[in-house]
């Protein structure tokens, strides 16, 4: 076991893997990471399965049965992804049974659908059907047309992993489509405490954005802001879920779980900063870090726990929205920027993944 991981873990941070593929599944890769890194879940996105798929061999046989139906690339993929997301629950059941926080495994509606409400709600109940795994998160972006979504699946008792979440304002909309999932949810009977939900709150990306725009405006001021506002965006979120999950139209819900910050895009894009920054410096008991198998084995190698880095410092945040709105900053067009692309680039991997597969059935087929 890595220490470094432990300690990690210990510090009440879960640790899920931000990859996915069959070669993992079937030699055991996944299962050795449980064991040696600590790793207790699992989340993919479209273009985690775009490269699994596009590289991956041991998909072949499944793709010539499928060929030989005759079924299209959508259904293929389909077919494929929750086979894999299906199979990675199992391997993570153990852990599951130990805490159901955990042992999770998320699985994202089409990319395609970010912006229909109806098409999104329809394909996560799908998607939830087929995986059916109780420790399957279903992954519905943070879009404007994904919040109702996000309160139909958990109403329909859905597990949900939130995703695309860049700004505090989308934040609480989303705790508050959470909520109002789960009291629908408990008007019809559901029992509460089955339904776990996570918000990814995404982070490297946005000093990407930030710091582009600082090194244009070029004053000392504004770069010496650099790499900063990621981290405040991240703790102002966690404020936040402290406020709300702490109040009263939560406690009301007896038996229902807190929606964990899930901090997601943690693998540095910025050589200059160091290669563990988005995980050792937003350490808190209660909340999930999903990373890349690099940023992964960067903390194993030389990852330091410091204590908890992220409670209490929404003050801080506050100083550091305010210096780069003092700079010239536009922090709700830095948003906007983010979510378009976020969106854009997995619709892109999607459909990258969707001409793969074609020309993959059109190989085999007989």
């Not at 996944?30 to 991956?56: C, M, R």
């Not at 998909?59 to 992804?81: K, S, W």
């Not at 990814?200 to 070029?218: N, P, Q, T, W, Y």
Request: net charge negative; hydrophobic share 45%.
């Amino acid at each position: 076991m890595s220490e470094r991981l432990q300690s990690l873990a210990a510090a009440g941070v879960s640790i899920w893997l931000d990859d996915l593929s069959r070669e993992r599944i079937e030699t055991g890769n996944l299962a050795d990471l449980i064991k040696e890194k600590s790793v207790v879940g699992v989340t993919t996105n479209p273009s985690i399965f775009a490269a699994a798929i596009s590289d991956g061999e041991r998909y072949a046989d499944q793709l010539r049965a499928e060929a030989v139906e005759g079924i299209t690339p959508t259904e293929a993929i389909f077919e494929l992804t929750t086979e894999d997301v299906r199979n990675a629950c199992d391997i993570l059941a153990e852990t599951y049974a130990n805490d159901p926080f955990d042992g999770r495994v998320s699985i994202e509606v089409e990319p395609g659908l970010a912006m229909e409400t109806a098409g999104t709600i329809d394909q996560a109940r799908l998607l939830w059907s087929e995986v059916d795994r109780p420790n399957a998160l279903i992954k519905i972006p943070a879009t404007e047309p994904g919040l109702p979504a996000i309160t139909a699946a958990i109403a329909d008792g859905i597990s949900v992993n939130v995703t695309l979440i860049f700004g505090i304002g989308r934040y609480r909309a989303v705790m508050d489509a959470y909520l109002t999932g789960l009291e629908q949810a408990a008007a019809k009977g559901i029992d509460l405490a089955t339904i776990h939900s996570v918000a990814s709150f995404f982070v490297s990306r946005v000093d990407s954005e930030v710091d582009k725009r600082l090194d244009a405006i070029g004053t000392d001021e504004a770069l010496a802001l650099k790499g900063k506002a990621a981290l405040a965006n991240a703790w102002a979120a966690y404020a936040a879920y402290q406020e709300v999950f702490g109040g009263e139209r939560f406690a009301k819900l007896s038996a229902a779980n807190v929606q964990r910050p899930l901090w997601a895009s943690t693998g540095v894009k910025d050589p200059a900063y160091p290669d563990t920054l988005y995980v050792s410096e937003l350490v808190v008991d209660g909340c999930v870090n999903t990373m890349p198998e690099k940023t992964l084995d960067a903390f194993a190698d030389h990852g330091v726990v410091t204590g908890d880095t992220v409670t209490g410092r929404g003050d801080e945040a506050a100083e550091i929205f305010a210096a780069l709105a003092e700079v010239g900053i536009d922090f709700d067009d830095v948003l906007e920027v983010l979510e378009t692309e976020g969106v854009d680039k997995f619709v892109t991997s999607w459909n990258e993944l969707v001409e793969t597969v074609a020309a993959q059935l059109e190989a085999v087929a007989p």
